[in-house]
């Protein structure tokens, strides 16, 4: 048994769901990465509610070995919210944040750490190659990462995700900031400060499945461009604006056809013309809706989550 009662100068947090089979060998390659940094270190393990033994296991590592701190939610409350929740219980001067799907590498942490001691205090991992991934996937994350750069105001590296190294002060600066609908990999590129990357190969899944289908990445999508931009509200003036135009173009049109006895026959251009704004109205209403919604969600101050248990762990205070 392992007892470590230093600070931890470096802390890994990592979401947890349903990943039991996985897990041992994700606990053994962390400690196999970071025992020859000769620092202390912690593991800090998000159980998001797990429907298989992903729970027991993480105990039975905390019990086995002090570094290991748990933290279980009373359920599911998504993966950037485990992020966050491990974040918020991170002790060390750096803190990592990695899923524990192996799918990235734990050792390109120690490659982080290196630049974090170089004076850089975001370090964030490249995907040089995705293995594993259809090209369905690929082409879908890359037009999103540049739509994003495009539509909102933040820097997002291309071809990043949430695994990256930040330091003590990033990490209490994104402390502050307790939006429900949370992008942490947008939020660690909008407080600013020093950031690199870290290019390394992304290995395809060793087991279960992916916790990201399509919906879910459509609704991680609509997070990240609601958070971060108000594009989608501004399209509903310019296109009423756009439309209004038309109409007085249409108006014109209308009179001078009647002024030289020619007349629209039908009611066809109506009925298509009332359809088309309808719609228009209708999806601009939906976009306004998603707005309103996240605004309901933030002013009712419910808390971002509940936990259930915590192994070697005390509560942080802005929980």
Do not use: C
């Not at 270190?41 to 701190?69: C, P, T």
């Not at 899923?99 to 004076?119: A, C, N, T, Y």
């Amino acid at each position: 048994m392992t007892n470590g009662p230093q600070k931890p100068v470096l802390s890994v947090v990592a979401p947890v769901y349903d990943e039991e089979v996985l897990l041992p060998e994700f606990y053994r390659r962390v400690i196999s990465a970071m025992e020859p940094l000769g620092v202390p270190f912690e593991l800090i393990l998000v159980n998001d509610g797990s429907h298989d033994r992903s729970g027991v296991i993480m105990d039975e590592l905390h019990a086995q070995d002090a570094r290991v701190k748990v933290v279980h939610f009373s359920r599911n409350f998504g993966h950037q919210i485990a992020i966050t929740a491990g974040t918020d219980h991170a002790q060390g001067d750096a803190v990592a944040v990695i899923d524990s799907d192996l799918q990235d590498p734990p050792e390109v942490i120690v490659d982080m750490f290196h630049k974090w001691r170089e004076g850089y205090q975001v370090i964030y991992g490249v995907r040089s190659e995705r293995d594993g991934e259809t090209a369905f996937k690929r082409a879908t994350a890359s037009m999103f990462y540049r739509l994003i750069r495009k539509i909102t105001n933040i820097n997002l590296p291309l071809d990043t995700g949430d695994f990256r190294l930040m330091d003590r002060r990033v990490v209490d600066a994104m402390k502050k900031m307790r939006e429900h609908h949370r992008f942490m990999r947008g939020l660690s590129v909008w407080v600013g400060f020093k950031q690199t990357g870290v290019s390394y190969r992304r290995d395809a899944r060793k087991a279960g499945v992916t916790k990201y289908p399509l919906r879910k990445m459509l609704q991680f999508a609509l997070d990240a461009i609601t958070s971060f931009s108000y594009l989608p509200l501004q399209l509903a003036t310019y296109s009423g604006f756009a439309i209004a135009g038309l109409s007085v173009v249409a108006i014109l049109i209308a009179i001078i056809l009647r002024l030289t006895g020619n007349v629209i026959a039908g009611q066809a251009t109506t009925l298509v013309s009332v359809l088309f704004l309808g719609g228009i109205q209708l999806i601009f209403l939906g976009i306004i809706g998603e707005y309103l919604g996240r605004i309901y969600d933030e002013v009712k101050r419910r808390p971002l989550y509940i936990v259930a248990e915590r192994h070697g762990l005390e509560a942080p205070d802005i929980e």
